[in-house]
């Protein structure tokens, strides 16, 4: 309601504006006199060409409101058909607490999925919780039945975070000593996955083999169709960049048995070896589930204390054992076999499921006395974070992954089942909780997973691009910047148009007959809009700047485009098209803008872009005294944006260059 309330006036306040300028103006120009004297300065004392200003900013944010609302907010946004047909099997729309409503009908964006897989859908394979609550990236309040199922949003945002960790470490290496201990955060991930299965099937009875197999599907179905789609792509561009690997490791990476028998050999797509550690765990969780439903039954809390410290001794201790036996040092290939081997990421899966367990336990007897508040847990999960980080960033290296830094792989165990415990209470307690469950962090997280998969394939083929010649046109950071843009629309489009239709298909056991027409079809889509935006590229005026082809590069590159008659057209660089790449700059970062990011933001960076790149504020600046002071400030961000604008103008007449050469 507090959009409608914010968005109505903002709508109709240019009607009231040119009213107001009509009926009474001599009033109006009382205020041009007044409040709006620096605007009337600027306009040298036209009356008129203030009122077309105030307009003009006015449209800026009613297009922002409508681009909101259409967008992400999507309340005025159809249904699909099908959604809305009452007679369809097994359909439970319109009770949906989840959904968005429809002239006054609860409608899943989701599908018709039943209560049961609706929950299963809750939580990624990886750790992804309820996306209900971001319908189109939209941030949404729990309703007070979701609230009883106990939705996690923050862990999503702290999905992002550990995403963007792991990423620096691959691609900024030995950056610091924070990017060299990713391996804490891919620590965080198997323990935060054992941790949300168990939250969202703890109360599954997996006494029937039909349960545990639609288990096994919804849950592994994903991931394995996710990994395959980025190993496939993987091997695409090291056909391009080196060789294709041989078929046999082919066949046991496409098995997930390579890091069993050799946990140094890469599969290719590295990323994979998670997807190999935690398939074990997945398969067993059932059993898991039984055995320490047992132990809670019989030892309670406190033989569930007992379970956990005995699986982080198992975990730890033996590369502890072996640390001190060696003199307090540990080795690189020591690192690897305790790290990527799959038997050793088990007891982290099962530390989460018992952390989960624990805080289920404390949530169903939040009315007995003598268990800490939701305030208390939500502080000692703080105080957990706190911990982790200092032991992180405080302890100096002892080189990359040897010394005492494969002491990091388990170690920290206890600490981020802690977090979990705590924060768990009352939906998201503590101010990390709360930091995490921001809407931005909310919405990156949502893709972390396809993040965490395509990293290494797409940055391979930005590797062929960087030496083929962007070395000479970007610097490091702007190639970095368009490497994390791509990275992440790629993995949204993904997400949203093939891995979207797959899960809501699989959620109903009907639905898997039209898997293959609606893959069919969102995989189509996507084709057809990367060819728009080719198209739509074409149409601009971006400039040229363009180095020599080097040698370096692989001639497969040259020979697969030789068939291809693809081109984009070269523009010469000039001040003007300098001035209008820097708008899009301005727009585009509005968008990215992490804590204010979205369509109203982007616009307005848009129009702000635009008073830089033509000098209209530095002239409106250099006119009012009161403010001619700040005119280098504003000059010196008037000089940043056309700066980014111009590596962007570069970096597409680089592309448009190397694609008519490969055209040729």
Partial sequence: MSFELTA???????????GYIYQFPESFKRCCKGPLKSLLDYDEGVYWQVAKHLGVGIKVFQFGVLGYDLVLRRSLSLAEPRLLC??????????????????????????????????????????????ELLEAGRWKKPAKEDESKGH?????????????????????????????????????????????TQWAYSTRDFSRLGTVFQYLVRRIGRVALTT??????????????THIPSWRHMV???????????????????????????????????????????????????????????????????????????????????HNLAYLWPPSQMPDFAIGVIAATLAKRHDASSAKSGLPPAWLRGLLADLSLIIIFAVVLLVPSSGYHEGWEPLYNHSLGPLWALFFYGSAASQGSGISACTLGVAPLAVLGRYSFEVFLFQ????????????????????????????????????????ECIEAPFVTITANDAGIGTLLPVMASRILAVVLATAAVAALLR??????????????????????????????????????????????????????????GGFTTGLIFAALGWGLSTGGILSFVKKTKSIEEYADYVTQVSDLGKKGGE??????????????????
């Avoid at 109505?8 to 040119?18: A, H, K, M, V």
């Avoid at 960790?165 to 060299?180: K, Y």
């Avoid at 030789?562 to 984009?568: A, C, D, I, N």
């Fill in 252 to 334: 046991r990476c496409f098995l997930f048995v390579e890091t069993w028998l050799q946990p140094e050999n890469w599969c290719p797509d590295g990323q994979s070896w998670t997807i190999a550690a935690l398939l074990p765990s997945w398969l067993l969780y059932p059993s898991m589930k039984h055995l320490v439903g047992l132990m809670e039954k019989k030892y309670g809390a406190l033989g569930l204390l007992q379970l956990l410290l005995a699986l982080w001794m198992i975990s730890a201790g033996p590369s502890l054992v072996v640390f001190l036996l060696q003199d307090g040092f540990l080795t690189n290939k020591q």
């Fill in 86 to 131: 009452p007679d369809n099997k097994g359909d439970k729309l319109k009770t949906n607490p989840g959904g968005m409503r429809h002239g006054g009908a609860g409608v899943s964006l989701r599908g018709a999925a039943d209560e049961a897989g609706r929950e299963e859908l809750a939580f990624h394979p990886l750790v992804r919780p309820e996306d």
């Fill in 152 to 196: 996690l949003i923050y862990l999503t945002g702290a999905r992002s975070l550990l995403a963007l960790w792991i990423l620096g470490d691959h691609f900024i290496h030995r950056a610091s000593v924070f990017t060299d201990r990713s391996n804490v955060a891919v620590a965080a991930f198997i323990s935060l996955s054992g941790f949300v």
């Fill in 647 to 664: 590596y962007g103008l570069k970096a597409y007449n680089f592309v448009a260059k190397k694609t008519g050469e490969m055209s040729k």
């Fill in 456 to 495: 290494q394939p797409l940055f391979n083929a930005f590797e062929i691009l960087w030496i083929a010649g962007m070395n000479e046109v970007l610097p490091m950071w702007g190639f970095a910047t368009i490497f994390l843009v791509t990275l992440y629309t790629l993995s949204a489009i993904y997400a």
């Fill in 228 to 241: 395959y789609f980025a190993m496939l792509a993987a091997v695409g561009v090291l056909a391009v960049q």
């Fill in 8 to 18: 109505f006036p903002l709508l109709g306040i240019e009607r009231f504006l040119y």
């Fill in 539 to 596: 149409s601009e005026a971006f400039v040229s700047g363009v180095p020599q082809r080097s040698v370096q590069l692989p001639s497969k590159v040259a020979l697969a485009a030789e068939s291809s008659s693809f081109s984009l057209a070269e523009y010469p660089e000039n001040e003007e098209n300098i001035s209008n790449a820097s708008i899009v700059f301005w727009g585009v970062f509005g968008l990215l803008l992490p804590l204010l």
